[in-house]
């Protein structure tokens, strides 16, 4: 009998570490560990990358295989920026993707361009998520911090190389730098921010090696370790996505994406124009506030999350940090159309209708930046940490008039950064890996007619109340 073997992914999340140990040949998850971040409150959201590398190591541990692991690869939250010194020293906490502090350094970057220019430049018109506002940010305000730094990685660069000892990143992560383009790194953007492109990491290829594993880890020394990308690719690696399969996925930000064909180029800044990890195109829409937003509110009316009513003519636009999708970063949660006869469980219906608006409406737009048909009737596959709830699942069918399907598969994005490190024993390409696991199967719930009416309202009361949040949604500019 044929040993076993076993690959590791990594989720490094905003708010946790997850490490999956897998079977290579079937996809059967054998072990998982889970070791918690903290992220500051307040103006920013920031953390200690120190603390991602010891939850690294705290939950490859847990796992249980660690020790076995042929190969492993490692995922993480998009967009934040971690500048270190020429000791690997952070210079600065790291600024995560939810950090709004650099709205205008955005707006400059937009200014300075056109929002055309950067698309077709970079794929994607700049907001304060992505990494290029924040590196100007961190220039502008802690100038001698910024004098120090002599490399600057996204989370999952960062890792990669504590791992390994090598400068890496993959095209997938890279494309939601706001610096980097289909030909490489733009240095004429980059001067313009004051980043030397060689503080910046080699950019490999789809199924390239990133180098192997040091000594003196919980994992064995020469381990072959994947490139890694962020983790919406790594999700969509995960689902073996497709062209044109849309995803919606509920977490601590809620995105909607699908595998395009042909590469985005969205002036509006409603779709990002991402590359996915292995050579194609990964349109998306993001909002910051997705499933803990709703939870807070769950919390100001003393109910449970799934305790919703239907009815009423509440709207909530539920902008607890800002926003992202609209473009309104000094935004703030809002609450419209109150009459005597609202419930509180009505009120919590309208945060959910609030978070899911902005991902539904920008779903034919995604479709449309990638070369997809947006009248494809495939079901809408619902991940992340709120596709299983009841309430969400309902708001979903609901607002998009779509058959809604649940994998059963948990832990998307380390499942897909496991399939890039089964990848690399296998020769395959990693979502075909994911798709010979199964990893979409899981119950599909029937369409129901679309609510246009809710969908309508939302859109009116969000236009309306532009001079409140800070500006006009990028649709009404």
């Not at 509920?250 to 996915?276: E, M, N």
């Not at 029937?446 to 609510?451: F, G, N, Y």
């Amino acid at each position: 009998m044929a040993a076993q073997r076993v690959v590791i992914g990594v989720d490094s999340s905003t708010q946790s570490t997850k490490a999956l140990a897998v079977d290579l040949d079937t996809g059967t998850v054998l072990g998982h560990g889970r070791a918690a971040h903290t992220v500051t409150t307040g103006a920013g959201r920031e953390s200690d990358p120190e603390q991602w590398w010891n939850a690294l190591t705290e939950a490859l541990t847990a796992t249980g295989w660690a020790d076995r692991a042929a190969a492993v690869s490692v995922a993480g939250q998009q967009h934040g920026l971690v500048a270190l010194d020429p000791d690997g020293r952070p210079v600065h906490p790291a600024l995560l993707w939810n950090d709004v502090r650099s709205a205008p350094q955005a707006a400059d970057l937009r200014t300075t361009y056109g929002p055309a220019e950067l698309a077709r430049r970079t794929g994607s018109v700049p907001t304060a998520a992505f990494t290029a506002p924040k590196w100007a940010w961190l220039r502008a305000h802690h100038p001698d911090a910024a004098d120090r730094v002599t490399a600057v990685r996204l989370p999952h660069d960062y890792l990669t190389e504590r791992l390994t000892g090598h400068a890496t990143t993959d095209r997938g992560d890279a494309s939601g730098t706001g610096w980097w383009g289909p030909d490489g790194y733009d240095r004429d953007l980059l001067d313009r921010i004051g980043l030397d492109p060689v503080h910046l990491p080699e950019v490999l290829p789809a199924g390239a090696t990133a180098g192997t594993v040091r000594p003196g880890l919980p994992l064995p020394a020469g381990t072959p370790v994947a490139t890694g990308t962020g983790d919406n690719m790594a999700a969509a690696l995960g689902l073996g996505l497709t062209p044109g399969q849309p995803v919606l996925s509920l977490g601590t930000s809620g995105t909607v994406y699908a595998v395009g064909r042909t590469r985005p180029t969205d002036p509006s800044g409603t779709v990002a124009g991402f590359a996915d990890a292995l050579g194609g195109w990964l349109p998306l829409a993001c909002t910051l506030n997705c499933t803990l937003a709703v939870d807070r509110f769950a919390t100001l009316l003393g109910r449970d999350r799934q305790n919703v009513e239907a009815g009423g003519t509440a709207v909530v636009l539920p902008y607890l940090d800002g926003e992202r999708t609209p473009d309104l970063p000094a935004a703030s949660g809002l609450v419209h159309g109150l009459r005597h006869d609202t419930t509180p469980g009505q009120l919590l219906q309208a945060a959910y209708d609030g978070a899911a608006h902005a991902l539904l409406t920008a779903l034919d737009d995604v479709l449309r930046a990638g070369g997809e048909n947006a009248t494809d009737d495939r079901p809408l596959l619902l991940i992340g940490g709120g596709a299983r709830g009841h309430a969400w699942q309902q708001t979903v069918r609901r607002l998009s008039g779509r058959a809604v399907q649940v994998p059963a598969a948990e832990e998307l994005v380390a499942l897909g950064a496991a399939a890039q490190a089964a990848a690399l024993l296998t020769g395959e390409a990693a979502d075909a890996v994911a798709r010979r696991w199964h990893t979409t199967d899981g119950p599909v719930l029937e369409p129901v007619a679309q609510d246009k009416d809710t969908l309508d309202r939302i859109g009116a009361t969000l236009r309306r109340a532009a001079a409140l949040q800070g500006g006009a949604p990028a649709a009404d500019r």
